[in-house]
C-alpha cells in the first residue's frame, strides 16, 4: 500500500457486531494533539484520586488491594514488591540495551533484497526482545536478593504497600489514557461532526464488548499511523 492511500486510515468504520449481527456503525479516528493532552490531564487526574483513595485505610480501594496484608509472608511481600517494579526494570532495560541501525535498502531493490532486509529486521527486533528480557529477569533476581536481607517485617509492608500503590496507578493511567481517546475519536458520522458519546462517563459503563471492539479500531489505526512514519 503506497503512503499516499495509508493517510485515509487515520481513520476508519467500524461494525459493532455481536456474532453475525452488526448491532451499530461508528466512524473512529486518530485524535489531535488537544485531545491526547485531555485524554492525559484526565487519566493523571483519576491515577491521583485513586492514590489518594489507596492510602486511605478505611477506603474500600485500600481494603480490597491490602486485605490480607499482614498474614503475608516475608517472600510473598517481597514477590509483590518486584512484580510492581517490573516497569521500572522494563525503563532500565530500554536504556540499557542498545538499539541497533536496521540496514539499508539500496533504491529500488529487487525482491530478494527486499525478502532479506525484512528478515533482517525481524531479527533485530527478536534480539532487541531476547535482550531486555533477560535484563529484566537479572534485575528482578537482582532485586529480590536485595529485600531478602531486609529483616524489618513492617519495612518490607511498607515497600509492598507503595508497590502495589503506583501498579494499580498506573494500571489506572493507562486504561483511562486509552479509553479517553478512543471516547473522543469516536462519531456517529462519517464526516466526524456527531461524537458517538455525550460523556466519558457513558462511554466508560458502556458494554466491555463494544469497548474492545472500539479499543482494538483504534490500536490499528495507530498501527498504520507508525508504519506511515517509517
Not at 492511500?5 to 473512529?28: C, M, P, Q
Not at 527478536?126 to 517485617?153: C, H, P, Q, V
Request: hydrophobic share 35%.
Amino acid at each position: 500500500m503506497g503512503k499516499l492511500s495509508k493517510l485515509f486510515r487515520w481513520h476508519r468504520k467500524v461494525d459493532i457486531t455481536e456474532g453475525n449481527e452488526i448491532l451499530a456503525t461508528v466512524y473512529v479516528r486518530l485524535v489531535g494533539d488537544a485531545d491526547f493532552q485531555e485524554a492525559k490531564t484526565v487519566a493523571l487526574r483519576r491515577s491521583k484520586e485513586l492514590r489518594i483513595k489507596l492510602r486511605d485505610r478505611d477506603s474500600e480501594e485500600y481494603k480490597s488491594n491490602f486485605l490480607d496484608l499482614d498474614s503475608l509472608t516475608k517472600d510473598e511481600l517481597i514477590m509483590g514488591i518486584s512484580f510492581g517494579e517490573l516497569p521500572d526494570y522494563r525503563d532500565e532495560a530500554l536504556l540499557q540495551v542498545p538499539e541497533k541501525s536496521p540496514p539499508e535498502l539500496p533504491d529500488n531493490p529487487t525482491l530478494e533484497q527486499q525478502e532479506e532486509y525484512e528478515t533482517k529486521l525481524e531479527e533485530i527486533r527478536n534480539e532487541r526482545t531476547m535482550f531486555i528480557s533477560d535484563f529484566i529477569e537479572k534485575r528482578a533476581e537482582e532485586r529480590r536478593e536485595e529485600l531478602g536481607k531486609i529483616e524489618d517485617i513492617d519495612k518490607l509492608r511498607e515497600m509492598y504497600t507503595h508497590s502495589v500503590i503506583n501498579m494499580r496507578c498506573t494500571e489506572e493511567f493507562t486504561r483511562v489514557f486509552r479509553e479517553y481517546q478512543v471516547y473522543k475519536g469516536t462519531f456517529n458520522d462519517a464526516k466526524f461532526t456527531q461524537p458517538a458519546f455525550d460523556s466519558f462517563k457513558e462511554f466508560e459503563e458502556c458494554a466491555p464488548q463494544l469497548k474492545n471492539q472500539l479499543l482494538g479500531a483504534y490500536v490499528n489505526l495507530e498501527l498504520t499511523g507508525e508504519e506511515l512514519k517509517n
